[in-house]
């Protein structure tokens, strides 16, 4: 829905007055005047072609015409994000980051007539990018500081709010938030779940990513339930790298020559802010097409190769892109990591939510020369050629300067296949149009998009940790889904075309595999119309309820989102931990075993939970969150309780001990190595007596406290502490 024309009197702008000196007995009739902004006047024809307007004819009125707001491409900077910078530790390593949801302003073009009302990660549209590295641990404080001009917390949203949808429908109008990291392995807790959105004034629980996956181009943005259209729309993305030593080995464009671009479209009013539909609809389509936050903008490259990191961060369009040369490209990564080899192309379609690493190369080019990147994908997708296209995207002009000249590599990582026999289930998802009326709102009946026919609290699908499953995205409508899942990585298994017939699914071609530039880790995959579409993925660390959906952000907020509950396979124990023997110098061990998948241990002693090192009395432990602990070089002081505690997932625990038992006179085993044998017999006296003689410390029994601790110093308190051991018997 369109809103209305913006009216505004007639004003004395150039030519728009006479000179009193020559008076027009005739007054010249007026008509409707679409300026270039987008506002409508109300002017004669003469005075309108002054302005750069389009005369809509004598005595037409500005509330009958559609003024289209013009702008000029390629007048902007592409801006290039900042990187985020943390409130502790590093960027680019362990950090943690405050990270505050605001309204500010932005200017999207320089010629639109003013700036817009939009909502940003502190303040910047899009985001600043999160460096990561593989390992290191990130937290980010999520807090909705969203606030009226006055300072206020906001109590409405700047869109409207379809309070028919689910999510609305429970928390009105207030403009609720929360943060997902899309392609991030994480905890639900820290998932960014739709459900626990929050009000301004408040924050989310920390949230901590663990960044345990490969190098990938990751972005964070907004979910909120049954406003995720509306809250991403205002301004909530941003890109969030994780890099790893295997990409930084490889000799791939990087620093000014690796550049981000979040890609997206949106409508405006002719004022410059942000112009969206008042009620829900099933699509929506901008006409301007913004680059890190400009419209249509244009940016000056070397001569050499770039590495674009591409978001199509849209909520609805999907981008088919290819350089205005017809140049070729080559592809390097997809949504979660590096393909196998870079892959040559001249065209690349990404639908919302999909990320593909490409690497352009301008070397060959004349300083001078202006190469575009257009889009040709119509809207909605496939729909028909040329429908709905915005064709422009971004310009870039070769510089003089050389740049990056090196050969890519031409192997980048490995991406092993996951084999289709290891998958356990197979589950089928059906994607259509249902005709659904949700409470009182039947107007919106048309549009509800659904995954088997289900609703976002259906919760049915309950894939085991630790197993592999295959997903078959079956689309029974006319347009592309990007089907997206939180959690895991998946890979594509292949793509096959169907019919309806008789109201069954009737595949008519074979299986094909995904071509190569989806070869590689996926979060977020297109599913054409009338097209099976099979993934393969790992159910991996985390349990708790995880959202899959379609990634047409006006689909997912109004049904086409559900949730899968990732759960732990039983947790069982083969055996428990035995109480030990063990005496001065000797090596003791604490075992459990159990099965169960994603398990973690904990040992403590006597309660106090252990770490792995020396423990300040001789000895030194191994493996105090494994399955066996190991204690080594005991020392009297070790004499305790040991407790594994263990756990799964999903909150499973079980806790078994057993006793480091020590006996200071049993020190031989007869075998002179110093040993406990369990008996204390004339052996020990002898070997004791030995080692005392020549001053070895397995003879320091004794810290002259009586404790028996080793106080480095072999003295005739030793000596008297044994006698005393050995007369009790141990
Ligand atoms: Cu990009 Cu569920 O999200
Ligand atoms: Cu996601
Ligand atoms: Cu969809």
Redesign the pocket.
């Known amino acids: 829905m369109l809103a209305p024309t913006r009216s505004v009197s007639a004003f004395s702008g150039i030519g728009g007055r006479r000179a009193p000196t020559t008076p027009n007995p005739c007054p010249q009739p007026t008509g409707a005047c679409c300026l270039p902004s987008g506002f409508c006047i109300t002017v004669t024809a003469a005075n309108c072609l002054a302005q750069n307007g389009t005369y809509n004819g004598d005595n037409s009125l500005c509330a009958d015409a559609t003024c289209p707001i013009i702008l000029t491409p390629y007048v902007d900077a592409l801006p290039i994000p900042d990187t985020a910078v943390p409130t502790t530790g590093s960027a680019g390593g362990a950090a943690h980051y405050d990270i505050d949801i605001v309204e500010t302003t932005h200017r999207f073009h320089s010629e639109l007539a003013g700036d817009a009302w939009v909502w940003a990660y502190d303040g910047k549209y899009p985001g600043d990018t999160i460096e990561a590295f593989k390992g290191q641990t990130v937290t980010v404080n999520w807090f909705n500081n969203l606030r009226n001009e006055d300072n206020t917390l906001k109590t409405q949203h700047r869109l409207n709010i379809d309070t028919c949808l689910h999510g609305p429908d429970i928390t009105g109008l207030v403009p609720v938030v929360v943060t997902?990291?899309?392609?991030a392995k994480v905890a639900s807790e820290s998932d960014g779940d739709p459900d626990t959105a929050f009000p301004p004034g408040t924050g989310a629980p920390l949230y901590t990513y663990p960044n345990n996956q490969d190098a990938c181009t990751l972005w964070y943005h907004d979910h909120g339930l049954g406003i995720t259209r509306l809250n991403v729309y205002m301004g909530l993305a941003g890109f969030y790298l994780i890099r790893d030593d295997a990409e930084d080995a490889l000799n791939i464009p990087r620093g000014e020559n690796e550049i981000a671009l979040a890609i997206q479209d949106r409508a405006f009013n002719p004022d410059g802010s942000f112009k969206y539909p008042a009620v829900h609809q099933e699509n929506f389509f901008g006409d301007f097409i913004l680059v890190n936050g400009k419209v249509w903008p244009y940016h000056t490259v070397k001569r050499g190769k770039y590495r674009f990191r591409l978001l199509n961060g849209c909520n609805s369009r999907t981008l088919t892109l290819a350089l205005s040369d017809n140049a070729t490209f080559w592809q390097i990564g997809t949504d979660m990591g590096l393909l196998p080899a870079p892959d040559a192309n001249n065209t690349h379609t990404n639908t919302p939510?999909e990320r593909a690493d490409i690497v352009v190369d301008f070397a060959s080019y004349a300083p001078g020369t202006e190469i575009i990147l257009q889009n040709s994908a119509p809207a909605p997708f496939p729909g028909s050629a040329g429908v709905g296209v915005v064709p422009n995207v971004m310009k870039f002009i070769v510089g003089a300067a050389t740049g990056d000249t090196d050969p890519l590599p031409a192997t980048l990582v490995d991406v092993p296949a996951i084999p289709e026999a290891e998958a356990a289930v197979t589950r089928d998802f059906l994607l259509r149009k249902t005709p659904v009326t949700i409470g009182a709102c039947d107007n919106v009946t048309q549009s509800i998009w659904t995954i088997n026919g289900l609703m976002w609290d259906d919760i049915v699908e309950r894939p085991v940790l630790g197993t592999t499953e295959i997903w078959t995205w079956i689309n029974r409508s006319g347009m592309s889904h990007p089907m997206?899942m939180?959690l895991v990585a998946f890979q594509i298994l292949d793509r096959q075309p169907f019919q309806m017939q008789a109201g069954e699914i009737v595949p008519t071609g074979p299986r094909v595999p995904p071509i190569m530039n989806e070869r590689g880790w996926k979060?977020t995959v297109r599913v054409d119309p009338f097209e099976i579409v099979r993934v393969i993925a790992r159910f991996e660390d985390y349990a708790g309820l995880f959202?899959y959906h379609c990634h047409i952000l006006e689909h997912e907020d109004h049904e086409m989102m559900r949730q899968f509950e990732a759960i732990c396979p039983p947790l069982t124990i083969e055996s428990t931990p035995n109480d030990v023997q063990a005496c001065k110098g000797s090596q003791a061990q604490f075992a459990v075993d159990a099965t169960g998948a994603y398990l973690s241990y904990q040992w403590t002693k006597d309660g106090q939970p252990l770490v792995d090192g020396p423990t300040g009395t001789g000895s030194t432990i191994t493996g105090a969150k494994a399955a066996t602990l190991s204690i080594a070089n005991v020392a009297l002081m070790d004499v305790g309780h040991y407790e594994c505690t263990i756990k799964d997932p999903c909150d499973e625990t079980r806790q078994y001990g057993a006793d480091l038992l020590y006996c200071p006179a049993d020190l031989d085993d007869g075998t002179q190595t110093g040993a406990c044998d369990g008996a204390v017999t004339i052996d020990d006296l002898l070997y004791f007596i030995d080692r005392f003689q020549v001053g070895d410390t397995i003879a320091d029994l004794d810290d002259g406290s009586g404790t028996g601790q080793g106080d480095s110093a072999v003295t005739i308190d030793d000596l008297l502490f044994y006698f005393e051991r050995f007369a009790a018997g141990c």
């Open positions: 997902h990291l899309h392609g939510g997206h939180h979060d959202p």
